[in-house]
């Protein structure tokens, strides 16, 4: 296996919740601790992409945009930025029901693509993918050009996109995130 480091993207305005949506405590912690809790194993580094001094009390490097307000790949970009590892997997801190087992298949797939993103159910999962550290020029690209929309980066990137399906057969979606208050009562329920 080799060695990754883990990007918890923190960084939303998160205008919809209310508040910042990764220190919302759900099922008696933080969405941020479900992330940090999923990458840890997997991860000999895990940083939090955020403007946000609030997340130093879980005493991971914290890591504020170099390029602001550009959404999430501004996230990715502080995050690959300051990795010390040339592999990096993405978590939105929104998505608490992402499952281990996810997280293994997607590692396990990692050869000589620069990126690797799940489908699931037809439906590509961005915020929870793989960047080796040789996207970071072409990502820093897209940011000084305002070109930010997910899908045409990972497409210029050359993404390799792995179905998911085999992996989570359930139909629940393990990657619903979490935008307003009422999303944390309608969350799926795992077994």
């Not at 040339?86 to 029901?97: E, G, R």
């Not at 990972?154 to 359930?170: G, H, P, R, W």
Request: hydrophobic share 40%.
């Amino acid at each position: 296996m080799v060695n990754v480091t883990g990007i918890i993207l923190a960084g939303g305005k998160s205008s919809r919740m209310g508040t910042d949506k990764g220190l919302v405590e759900y099922k008696g912690k933080s969405l941020v601790e479900y992330a940090i809790d999923l990458l840890s194993p997997f991860c000999d580094e895990v940083i939090i992409a955020s403007d946000n001094e609030d997340y130093k009390q879980f005493g991971l490097t914290v890591v504020s945009d170099h390029y602001k307000d550009k959404g999430p790949l501004g996230g990715i970009h502080a995050g690959i930025k300051a990795a010390k590892n040339h592999w990096c997997l993405v978590l939105s801190c929104d998505m608490p029901h992402v499952l281990p087992l996810s997280v293994s298949y997607l590692l396990s797939n990692i050869q000589s693509e620069n990126c690797i993103v799940p489908i699931h159910h037809g439906k590509v999962e961005p915020l929870f993918s793989v960047f080796s550290k040789s996207t970071l020029a072409h990502v820093e690209y897209c940011l000084k050009t305002d070109r930010l929309k997910m899908l045409r980066v990972l497409e210029e990137l050359k993404a390799k996109f792995l179905c998911f399906n085999v992996i989570t057969k359930q139909s629940v979606d393990h990657f619903h995130n979490v935008n307003r208050p009422k999303d944390l009562l309608s969350l799926p329920k795992i077994s």
